[in-house]
């Protein structure tokens, strides 16, 4: 029988020299036995078939993405239906999605220290965190915003990899097939 697309996250791709081309990304999710191997922007958007449990296949692709390339990347993984409860979910006017994003965390962070991150001040940037998931609103656009990757890492004791609105409609649509 074969598994239903999943969605796997890589974690800053492509900045900070962290270099993935998405045709090697590809190969190797299909090296690693993944069917319907796509990609979509360069951003480390990986939607495939794995082969056998989609948390298994994250943590194999982790460690080729080590091996193969030097150095160690979060793979993040939703289905379908994760992704789509979380746009569902996500509690804020979002009157232009390139300033609403969903934060896709490795884990449920500790109720204490999400309450006491929910508390910081950022500002006009709006935060919600539901499941293993924080839903941010940048007031300003993400450029502006004293959010960053490594304050939610410290702040909710979890790493996590973000995307805007848009770019998870479209990964749902091709995971769909639909795009």
């Not at 974690?11 to 319907?36: H, Q, W």
């Not at 078939?49 to 194999?60: G, K, R, T, V």
């Not at 789509?84 to 204490?112: C, M, Q, S, W």
């Amino acid at each position: 029988m074969a598994s239903l697309p999943h969605i796997f996250l890589i974690r800053a791709i492509n900045v900070g020299g962290a270099t993935l081309p998405m045709a090697d990304l590809r190969s190797e999710a299909t090296e690693l036995g993944a069917t319907a191997v796509r990609t979509h922007i360069a951003s480390g958007n990986l939607i495939c078939a794995p082969p056998q449990s989609p948390a298994a296949f994250a943590s194999a692709l982790e460690e080729l993405i080590e091996a193969r390339h030097g150095f160690s990347r979060e793979v993040i993984v939703r289905s379908v239906d994760e992704l789509r409860n979380a746009v569902a979910a996500f509690p804020f006017e979002a009157d232009d999605e390139k300033f609403a994003h969903l934060y896709f965390l490795t884990g449920i962070p500790d109720p204490d220290k999400t309450k006491a991150f929910l508390d910081t001040d950022f500002g006009d940037d709006q935060l919600a965190v539901i499941g293993a998931d924080l839903h941010i609103y940048y007031a300003g656009g993400v450029g502006k915003s004293t959010l960053s990757s490594p304050k939610i890492a410290r702040g909710l004791g979890v790493a996590g990899t973000g995307r805007n609105l848009k770019t998870v409609r479209t990964l749902i649509e091709i995971a769909e097939g639909t795009t």
